[in-house]
């Protein structure tokens, strides 16, 4: 027999799992006895920051992750990083400590009350299981449920006396394959898109997570459709520099309908029908139009307004449906984008210009900047799979942590941090785990002084000034060095290009603080 915690640490091993993500406390610290050489530990120092950079490490390297949180307080510090993950759909295994067994009746210090049901409903599956023994098992399930599609966080309460416990070893299961689609309804699909006669596609970040774009992009190119992507998602599933890219759609009902009305056939991969972040007038679908919508999310499908469901990986019903067109598809150029005019200060299309001249294409960019989230697909356009990461829930926070998860993933490349001064105040503590990690990654402070997101949802409420949106007076080069990170700041266009190659050239993590007019 072995005990508990060798069986954890050789299942984890066994699906490729090398690094615990965590904060530590009390409670956990058994998890840890002669920790193994081959493990390392990624620490942060607070709990939300620990899971974000877990998040953004699964959704890079494609391998699910384990964070290990503070009994029911640190639970309590990462719930808005785990409805981040829950709605990225990552395939996280979170775990917290819980006190001794025989203490449990008696509500000893630290105790986490009815754990199961603290990260609920952010999680596929939570348990404390009944027996020590039951520990190995328990992870077992948790990784095939958190890889099992639509993947997403699960949670395993641990006792912090049961590692020592013994146990048996738990064979290895290899994660559930993708499903496919339906073949006479991909046919039907095929059918119903090669008649309309003005299709569109709109494709959401599941077609990256699904690695679907050479499929997607065949389909779209069979049909001569337009393709647009949704606003507020986490990933990219179409090159943006493509002939057939329409751009991101509008979060406003009536601005969707009017965008999509055109068309009479809207297929959807990975995305909503449609996501919306404000009410309008009905309908909230273009009422003319067949809707097909693809994904293997049941949540995603059954929230729709309308439309035909098609439960499958967008990657194998983007190839059935292919297939089924049975029509080769146009050599399409790439699109002519705008140029940005240089002003007297550095405004949003300028700065990213400059950094699309600068920057590796290849290399991850993790954004957080919602003001200027409509200027990135005309003048930095995503055109590589795996490479662009935001969350999809609209929570801040994730940016900072994300970048450093995204550079531990990927050290071969510089990763780009693309973050509002609001949203890296969410978890400026992101920048001490940079340092210490000496992680890849640049961080681009975009520093206009106050919550500018809002303003534009002021106006929409009649509210000219929104309170609490005053920003000013923070200094992000001092937050940089208090935390071991060079920084420096740049606050006119003539000198923005070499601020940006100067950050993008730096070796370990570096913060350029851009002043936005």
């Given at each position: 027999m072995i005990n508990v915690r060798t069986a954890f640490y050789d299942l984890l091993r066994q699906h490729g799992i090398d690094r615990i993500f965590g904060n530590p406390?009390?409670?956990?610290?058994?998890?840890?006895?002669?920790?193994?050489?081959?493990?390392?530990?990624?620490?942060?120092?607070?709990?939300?920051?620990?899971?974000?950079?877990?998040?953004?490490?699964?959704?890079?390297?494609?391998?699910?992750?384990?964070?290990?949180?503070?009994?029911?307080?640190?639970?309590?510090?990462?719930?808005?990083?785990?409805?981040?993950?829950y709605r990225n759909r990552t395939p996280?295994?979170?775990?917290?400590?819980?006190q001794s067994r025989p203490l449990l009746l008696h509500d000893p210090f630290l105790m986490a009350n009815r754990p199961t049901e603290l990260p609920q409903p952010f999680v596929k599956w939570a348990v404390e299981p009944a027996r020590a023994a039951?520990?190995?098992?328990?992870?077992?399930?948790?990784?095939?449920?958190?890889?099992?599609?639509?993947?997403?966080?699960?949670?395993?309460?641990?006792?912090?006396?049961?590692?020592?416990?013994?146990?048996e070893a738990v064979a290895y299961r290899p994660p559930s394959p993708a499903p496919g689609p339906d073949p006479e309804q991909a046919v039907r699909v095929a059918e119903a898109m090669a008649s309309a006669k003005a299709p569109a596609l709109v494709v959401g970040g599941e077609v990256d997570r699904d690695k679907g774009w050479e499929e997607v992009v065949a389909v779209a190119e069979a049909l001569g459709a337009p393709v647009y992507?949704?606003?507020?998602?986490?990933?990219?599933?179409?090159?943006?520099?493509?002939?057939?890219?329409?751009?991101?759609?509008?979060?406003?009902?009536?601005?969707i309908v009017r965008t999509l009305s055109p068309h009479d056939a809207i297929l959807v991969f990975g995305a909503r029908v449609f996501t919306m972040h404000v009410d309008g007038p009905r309908p909230y679908v273009p009422t003319e139009a067949r809707i097909f919508q693809v994904s293997t999310d049941t949540d995603l499908l059954s929230a729709a307004p309308a439309g035909e469901a098609v439960q499958s990986s967008t990657r194998l019903a983007a190839a059935a449906i292919r297939d089924a067109l049975?029509?080769?598809?146009?050599?399409?150029?790439?699109?002519?984008?705008?140029?940005?005019?240089?002003?007297?200060?550095?405004?949003?299309?300028?700065?990213?210009?400059?950094?699309?001249?600068?920057?590796?294409?290849?290399a991850p960019i993790v954004e957080e900047a919602p003001t200027a989230r409509r200027d990135l697909p005309d003048f930095l356009p995503v055109d590589r799979p795996d490479t662009f990461f935001t969350c999809s829930s609209g929570g801040l926070g994730f940016g900072m942590p994300a970048a450093v998860g995204a550079a531990l993933a990927r050290p071969d490349k510089r990763t780009v941090a693309i973050i509002g001064d609001g949203s890296a105040m969410y978890?400026?503590?992101?920048?001490?785990?940079?340092?210490?990690?000496?992680?890849?990654?640049?961080?681009?402070?975009?520093?206009?002084?106050?919550?500018?997101a809002l303003d534009g949802f002021?106006?929409?409420?009649?509210?000219?000034?929104?309170?609490?949106?005053?920003?000013?007076?923070?200094?992000?080069?001092?937050?940089?060095?208090?935390?071991?990170?060079?920084?420096?700041?740049?606050?006119?266009?003539?000198?923005?290009?070499?601020?940006?190659?100067?950050?993008?050239?730096?070796?370990?993590?570096?913060?350029?603080?851009?002043?936005?007019?």
């Open positions: 406390g009390s409670t956990e610290l058994t998890m840890f006895t002669d920790f193994p050489e081959d493990f390392s530990y990624v620490g942060a120092l607070q709990e939300s920051v620990a899971l974000g950079i877990a998040d953004s490490y699964a959704q890079t390297s494609g391998r699910p992750a384990v964070v290990n949180l503070h009994s029911s307080v640190g639970m309590g510090h990462a719930m808005g990083a785990l409805f981040t993950a996280l295994i979170v775990t917290a400590g819980q039951d520990v190995p098992q328990a992870l077992a399930r948790a990784l095939s449920v958190a890889t099992s599609y639509p993947q997403g966080p699960v949670f395993l309460s641990i006792p912090a006396e049961d590692w020592d416990e013994e146990a992507i949704p606003p507020m998602e986490g990933r990219v599933g179409f090159p943006q520099s493509h002939e057939l890219f329409a751009g991101m759609l509008p979060p406003e009902p009536e601005n049975g029509r080769p598809g146009t050599n399409y150029a790439s699109r002519e984008l705008p140029t940005a005019i240089a002003g007297d200060a550095i405004g949003y299309p300028f700065l990213f210009e400059t950094l699309q001249r600068l920057r590796d294409p290849e978890a400026v503590q992101a920048l001490w785990t940079a340092a210490k990690q000496q992680a890849n990654v640049a961080f681009l402070i975009l520093n206009n002084g106050r919550y500018a002021g106006r929409r409420f009649g509210i000219a000034e929104p309170p609490g949106c005053d920003l000013s007076g923070l200094d992000f080069v001092a937050l940089a060095a208090g935390q071991n990170v060079p920084g420096s700041r740049v606050e006119k266009p003539e000198a923005l290009e070499a601020a940006i190659k100067a950050v993008l050239e730096a070796q370990g993590p570096a913060l350029l603080d851009i002043a936005i007019g």
